[in-house]
């Protein structure tokens, strides 16, 4: 627990600088940083996903291994972007990984797959969208969440953001 | 310079004593002067802004591809450069920044410490180990350079300090508010 203090006349006090205090709650909740978080965090999981790790409640780890038959099926396939026959990546065509969206309202943000329609491997038209190939994938091989440390990463950008908008507010 | 734990010791630990820096700075004032600002030594918000402040610049200059003599990191090896992660992660091959995930920079924290002295550490054995490898070189056939980012130069100290103690400082504040803003966020850790 962070216990704050305080001081007369500090920029804190806000009888005398309220004005610069608002401004700097706009800043710090607005939907420009909460955008750019939003494309950090998908960034993220993109990346550590395509290198073969999940997230199972907080902890990252790797991505259950895909089966003989399943790698047999994939050799000699046109896979998507860091796709290969062995690895489990959760890329075969590459579209469900393109097809992050993301929800930014006043303070928040959510992460999400898009119901956007995709293709077989074949070039055909697929009867499921990429969120429902997200939501199957997902009960085996969790992976549209955060681990602590990359949660860490995140506010860590979120807390620099705040004191570069500080210092420029109150200096 | 800071005080870090020796090579061999598993947890990578930073000790500044902001006492010995203030008797560095604090020269050309008047004892009076002295006297009041060396009670602010102990004062935990500043404590904690110095310790905040430190991580911060640390986490910059690596980022800027220095370490704490302002030397280029030495360069990655021709096989993590070929490595699959090293193209995911969109890593140049000149700059050296010790940033794949970013998680083991962000994981540097500060723990609370008595007297004026703060400690800057790792928060996970992960990230620290990561750092410790960095730190002192090694790994398997000695194959990892040392590239030593985790410390403050002398310069570095007096900066951070002046900084928080001269009578405009906003940085106690910058940071508290900094906490503040993330506070709601410490569910997700």
Same mark, same amino acid.
């Given at each position: 627990m962070i216990k704050m203090r305080v001081k007369k006349g500090s920029i804190l006090d806000a009888s005398v600088r309220r004005k610069k205090f608002k401004k700097l709650k706009q800043q710090a909740l607005s939907k420009k940083i909460m955008k750019r978080l939003a494309k950090s965090t998908e960034d993220l999981v993109y990346k550590r996903v395509k290198s073969g790790y999940g997230v199972k409640g907080n902890t990252k780890g790797k991505l259950k291994k895909l089966s003989p038959r399943y790698k047999k099926y994939r050799k000699g396939k046109p896979l998507g972007e860091f796709g290969t026959p062995n690895k489990s990546n959760l890329t075969l065509t590459g579209q469900m990984l393109q097809a992050f969206g993301n929800k930014v309202t006043k303070n928040t943000f959510n992460l999400f797959i898009k119901k956007t329609s995709r293709k077989t491997i074949t070039g055909g038209s697929d009867k499921h969208n990429n969120a429902k190939i997200a939501e199957f994938v997902s009960k085996l091989r969790p992976f549209l969440s955060l681990s602590k440390p990359e949660a860490r990463v995140i506010i860590s950008e979120y807390r620099q953001h705040i004191k570069d908008v500080a210092r420029k507010i109150f200096n | 310079m800071a005080q870090r734990t020796k090579k061999g010791t598993r947890k990578l630990r930073l000790t500044v004593d902001l006492a010995r820096i203030f008797n560095r700075v604090m020269t050309? @004032? !008047?004892? /009076? &002067?002295?006297?009041? =600002?060396?009670? @602010? =030594?102990? /004062? &935990? !918000?500043v404590k904690r802004a110095f310790a905040l402040n430190a991580i911060e610049l640390i986490t910059k200059r690596t980022l800027s591809n220095k370490d704490v003599n302002g030397e280029s990191f030495a360069k990655y090896s021709k096989s993590y450069k070929k490595s699959a992660e090293f193209k995911i992660y969109g890593k140049s091959a000149t700059k050296v920044n010790l940033k794949l995930t970013g998680e083991m920079l962000a994981s540097m924290v500060s723990k609370p410490k008595a007297g004026t002295s703060i400690v800057l550490e790792f928060i996970d054995a992960d990230n620290n180990n990561k750092a410790h490898g960095h730190t002192f070189g090694g790994g398997v056939k000695n194959s990892l350079p040392i590239r030593d980012f985790f410390n403050l130069t002398s310069d570095e100290e007096n900066e951070l300090l002046t900084d928080i103690l001269k009578e405009s400082s906003t940085e106690e504040d910058v940071n508290a508010l900094a906490d503040f803003f993330t506070l709601a966020l410490d569910d997700l850790l």
């Amino acid at each position: 627990m962070i216990k704050m203090r305080v001081k007369k006349g500090s920029i804190l006090d806000a009888s005398v600088r309220r004005k610069k205090f608002k401004k700097l709650k706009q800043q710090a909740l607005s939907k420009k940083i909460m955008k750019r978080l939003a494309k950090s965090t998908e960034d993220l999981v993109y990346k550590r996903v395509k290198s073969g790790y999940g997230v199972k409640g907080n902890t990252k780890g790797k991505l259950k291994k895909l089966s003989p038959r399943y790698k047999k099926y994939r050799k000699g396939k046109p896979l998507g972007e860091f796709g290969t026959p062995n690895k489990s990546n959760l890329t075969l065509t590459g579209q469900m990984l393109q097809a992050f969206g993301n929800k930014v309202t006043k303070n928040t943000f959510n992460l999400f797959i898009k119901k956007t329609s995709r293709k077989t491997i074949t070039g055909g038209s697929d009867k499921h969208n990429n969120a429902k190939i997200a939501e199957f994938v997902s009960k085996l091989r969790p992976f549209l969440s955060l681990s602590k440390p990359e949660a860490r990463v995140i506010i860590s950008e979120y807390r620099q953001h705040i004191k570069d908008v500080a210092r420029k507010i109150f200096n | 310079m800071a005080q870090r734990t020796k090579k061999g010791t598993r947890k990578l630990r930073l000790t500044v004593d902001l006492a010995r820096i203030f008797n560095r700075v604090m020269t050309n @004032k !008047s004892p /009076d &002067v002295r006297r009041a =600002l060396r009670s @602010k =030594l102990t /004062d &935990v !918000s500043v404590k904690r802004a110095f310790a905040l402040n430190a991580i911060e610049l640390i986490t910059k200059r690596t980022l800027s591809n220095k370490d704490v003599n302002g030397e280029s990191f030495a360069k990655y090896s021709k096989s993590y450069k070929k490595s699959a992660e090293f193209k995911i992660y969109g890593k140049s091959a000149t700059k050296v920044n010790l940033k794949l995930t970013g998680e083991m920079l962000a994981s540097m924290v500060s723990k609370p410490k008595a007297g004026t002295s703060i400690v800057l550490e790792f928060i996970d054995a992960d990230n620290n180990n990561k750092a410790h490898g960095h730190t002192f070189g090694g790994g398997v056939k000695n194959s990892l350079p040392i590239r030593d980012f985790f410390n403050l130069t002398s310069d570095e100290e007096n900066e951070l300090l002046t900084d928080i103690l001269k009578e405009s400082s906003t940085e106690e504040d910058v940071n508290a508010l900094a906490d503040f803003f993330t506070l709601a966020l410490d569910d997700l850790l």
